[in-house]
């Protein structure tokens, strides 16, 4: 994109118009289109720099690296600011989420190389156990059976290992500076080499069966403690979910954990069941009147949905939406005991002749009142089981805020359509802690929320419309 923006030079020249071009995440600024060819009298990488837009002036918007540099920048009128804003929030959008694939993809390389280390390390561990096993027959005058490696399951070892290491702590202050015993030579009949591995700050200590000690003080011949450490080893490396089924059998008064997975969806926490406040939590009135105070903090509580949504491409949306919000509290809290309920607010601008004038409460509420539509709908078609999260925002935006839009806004909405999150990002910032998205139970608990949820928000926007159509208070004016 590019565009002519003023841009504050200092304070005795002020503000002085600039050729702007926005081009590979980077803004660069001219004297004028006809001297580009001159070169860039400076840039500044979006990436890495702070989208402000200005609290009060509504063409402005201020593009700052901390402690760096400042860009401060004027658009011709605020219909040209948001589209600028649109096009530096999805340049932005695109470089982070490369930034973040790309480590990402650095991660995975490095926590498979720490993998691979840690498989070495174990290797190397039970190639010097055959060696000893050898020497120690060799002294002894019998023959040892050596198995290959290659038969190894490294996982199932380096478990074994790491236990072995705390049996072997734990035993060393009873048994003073008692000699352990020597490690036998692993099973061939063990699995194929695994690569799910956790990470060892050194070689695994020698896997030790601790009947060994007592069959050897015994007399028994090699071939019988072989024989034993062999069917040790086989009956350690079982699975877990064997055991437990042995375990289970052997105790029956044993208290077993819930096997129905609804139980365990129930748990499952999202953004909609930690809010602190929520249309559902709201009590109306006798005469159906919504508490002013508890529905302005409602809506404050949902506006987080916009930055999940894109903080930077849903930046105009959001400042309207919280826009209209003050106004209604300022409104509000000029008499709090005279407007308990939105339908005393209306209904006192009714009467002072106030209800039609710009800025005014009952105007803020109406566009609030569309705005909160525009959410509903979104929201609705999400619970309805709805992945494409461009497609959901589209279908709201096409039946609440469209026809009250003209082709600039509309333009600059489709942009912004255009830099939604994927179904996985958005759903990942709904969740209570980091990871429930992930848990089997998330879907059906971020479903169980908003049915709970969105009724309620329908209803208070059901009696808000029949308030509006009562009074003939909807208007058909294009932005």
Request: negative net charge.
């Amino acid at each position: 994109m590019e565009g002519i923006l003023h841009k504050w030079t200092n304070y005795i020249s002020g503000w002085q118009p600039r050729w702007f071009v926005l081009d590979g995440g980077t803004l660069s600024y001219y004297d004028s289109q006809e001297d580009a060819w001159k070169g860039c009298k400076g840039s500044i990488k979006i990436s890495v720099c702070e989208i402000l837009v200005h609290s009060t002036d509504i063409t402005r918007v201020d593009l700052t690296i901390p402690g760096e540099q400042y860009f401060y920048l004027r658009a011709i009128n605020a219909a040209e600011r948001q589209k600028w804003l649109v096009a530096l929030g999805t340049a932005k959008a695109c470089l982070t989420d490369n930034r973040t694939r790309r480590e990402k993809e650095l991660q995975e390389n490095t926590e498979a190389i720490k993998t691979k280390m840690s498989e070495l390390r174990l290797y190397c561990d039970l190639l010097l156990k055959q060696v000893n096993k050898i020497k120690d027959s060799e002294e002894r005058g019998d023959s040892a059976e050596i198995k290959p490696l290659c038969h190894l399951n490294l996982g199932e070892k380096l478990r074994e290992s790491e236990e072995a290491n705390e049996n072997q702590s734990q035993d060393s202050g009873r048994e003073g500076a008692e000699e352990p015993e020597k490690p036998d030579i692993p099973s061939h009949r063990d699995q194929a080499p695994s690569t799910a591995l956790e990470e060892d700050d050194g070689p695994p200590a020698p896997y030790t069966a601790g009947p060994v000690t007592q069959l050897e003080g015994e007399g028994s011949n090699p071939e019988q403690e072989q024989k034993h450490n062999m069917d040790q080893i086989k009956e350690d490396g079982e699975d877990e979910v064997s055991r437990n089924q042995r375990e289970m059998v052997s105790a029956p008064d044993q208290i077993l954990p819930p096997q129905d997975p609804l139980l365990e969806e129930e748990g499952v926490d999202t953004f909609f069941s930690t809010m602190s406040h929520r249309f559902s939590d709201i009590r109306l009135e006798d005469d159906r009147g919504i508490p002013t105070q508890d529905f302005l903090d409602s809506c404050y509580a949902i506006v987080p949905v916009l930055d999940k949504l894109g903080s930077t491409v849903f930046a105009p949306v959001k400042m309207d939406f919280v826009g209209n919000i003050k106004k209604i509290n300022q409104k509000w809290l000029s008499d709090p005991n005279s407007f308990p309920t939105l339908q005393s607010i209306v209904l006192h601008e009714l009467q002072t002749a106030t209800a039609q004038v710009r800025n005014s409460a009952t105007e803020a509420l109406l566009w609030l009142r569309r705005g909160l539509r525009f959410l509903k709908e979104f929201l609705s078609e999400v619970h309805s089981g709805e992945q494409d999260i461009h497609g959901a925002l589209n279908n709201a935006y096409g039946r609440t805020l469209r026809q009250y839009h003209g082709w600039v806004v509309r333009g600059v909405f489709a942009l912004a359509l255009r830099a939604s999150p994927s179904y996985e990002s958005f759903t990942a910032a709904l969740v209570s802690q980091e990871g429930d998205q992930l848990k089997p139970g998330f879907t059906s608990g971020m479903r169980r929320d908003l049915s709970v949820y969105l009724p309620a928000m329908e209803d208070q926007l059901g009696i808000l419309d029949d308030l509006y159509d009562e009074y003939s208070l909807e208007s058909d004016e294009v932005v």
